[in-house]
């Protein structure tokens, strides 16, 4: 299995960026996106269900990313609007490859450098 996280870079505030997270070798149930700055807890950015329907957000993003997956090709987005110096961190995808009831990222793909620069 391999999850390939792609799209970062240096934006100034208030610019757009979208990362794509591509799925390989396993069929994929929910997915979803991490971030983790220097020196901080790695925190939860939004994730996203194999039907697609009712994304979720973490309280610092909603409003302000949106989470969207194409099943056909394996990959799911996070539109990043309105970024803020606060948003510069390392982005990671994560999948839940059991698709039970409760959610469990058991594979993570490596991560992305999102900059913002103030």
């Known amino acids: 299995v391999q999850l390939q996280a792609s799209g970062g870079g240096l934006v100034p505030t208030g610019g757009s960026l979208r990362l794509s997270c591509v799925v390989s070798?396993?069929?994929?149930?929910?997915l979803g996106w991490f971030r983790q700055a220097p020196g901080k807890e790695r925190e939860f950015v939004g994730a996203i269900r194999r039907s697609g329907s009712s994304p979720t957000y973490g309280d610092s993003v909603k409003g302000r990313f949106t989470i969207s997956r194409d099943n056909a090709k394996n990959t799911m987005y996070l539109q990043m609007d309105s970024l803020k110096p606060e948003d510069t961190a390392i982005y990671y995808c994560a999948a839940d490859l059991t698709g039970g009831t409760n959610v469990v990222w058991d594979w993570w793909g490596q991560g992305t450098l999102v900059t913002v620069s103030s």
């Open positions: 070798g396993r069929t994929s149930y929910a």
